[in-house]
């Protein structure tokens, strides 16, 4: 416990650093969550089954971050995602809300940038943390699990 509180105030610069050795770039104020959304959502579109349901429900659950940008600064969510759904439909691929108009930019032609290396490793995070959590339901679930519950507790009906 002591060794992970005394790592935590250098967290941020180790992140800083790895950013720096990896100097590829995204467009931020949810840009590329957007844009990943838009393409997972155009893929589920290919395939069947389970599957698509999954892929849909990954590309709108992208859209929760710029949504929460959104409420966030107190933007109306449900017109700015829109236009973003449509700029990004029009092949805009780096359009993300803008703070300073209360609308949406170009974030990568206005510097609006993040890591990739950053973006990436949140977005590798969110997926095992997803599948842990799957994992686990479907351990509690599985029908052909050799246990089996007491109907009642000895002496009680």
Same mark, same amino acid.
């Given at each position: 416990?002591?060794?992970?509180?005394?790592?935590?105030?250098?967290?941020?610069?180790?992140?800083?650093?790895?950013?720096?050795?990896?100097?590829?770039?995204?467009?931020?104020?949810?840009?590329?969550?957007?844009?990943?959304?838009?393409?997972?959502?155009?893929?589920?579109?290919?395939?069947?089954?389970?599957?698509?349901? @999954?892929?849909?429900?990954?590309?709108?659950?992208?859209?929760?971050?710029?949504?929460?940008?959104?409420?966030?600064?107190?933007?109306?969510?449900?017109?700015?995602?829109?236009? @973003?759904?449509?700029?990004?439909?029009?092949?805009?691929?780096?359009?993300?809300?803008?703070? +300073?108009?209360?609308?949406?930019?170009?974030?990568?032609?206005?510097?609006?940038?993040?890591? +990739?290396?950053?973006?990436?490793?949140?977005?590798?995070?969110?997926?095992?943390?997803?599948?842990?959590?799957?994992?686990?339901?479907?351990?509690?679930?599985?029908?052909?699990?050799?246990?089996?519950?007491?109907?009642?507790?000895?002496?009680?009906?």
């Amino acid at each position: 416990s002591s060794g992970i509180n005394a790592e935590w105030p250098l967290r941020p610069g180790m992140i800083v650093r790895r950013a720096l050795k990896n100097d590829s770039i995204v467009a931020g104020g949810g840009a590329i969550e957007m844009e990943l959304s838009k393409e997972l959502r155009n893929y589920a579109k290919t395939i069947h089954g389970k599957e698509q349901l @999954l892929i849909t429900a990954y590309a709108k659950a992208l859209e929760i971050i710029p949504r929460q940008l959104c409420d966030n600064a107190g933007f109306d969510a449900i017109t700015i995602l829109n236009k @973003l759904r449509q700029k990004h439909a029009q092949g805009a691929k780096w359009m993300g809300m803008d703070i +300073s108009s209360e609308d949406i930019a170009d974030n990568f032609e206005a510097c609006v940038w993040e890591p +990739s290396i950053v973006k990436r490793n949140a977005l590798t995070a969110a997926c095992d943390a997803c599948c842990t959590i799957l994992s686990i339901d479907e351990t509690v679930k599985n029908p052909n699990s050799n246990y089996k519950a007491p109907s009642a507790m000895p002496g009680m009906r």
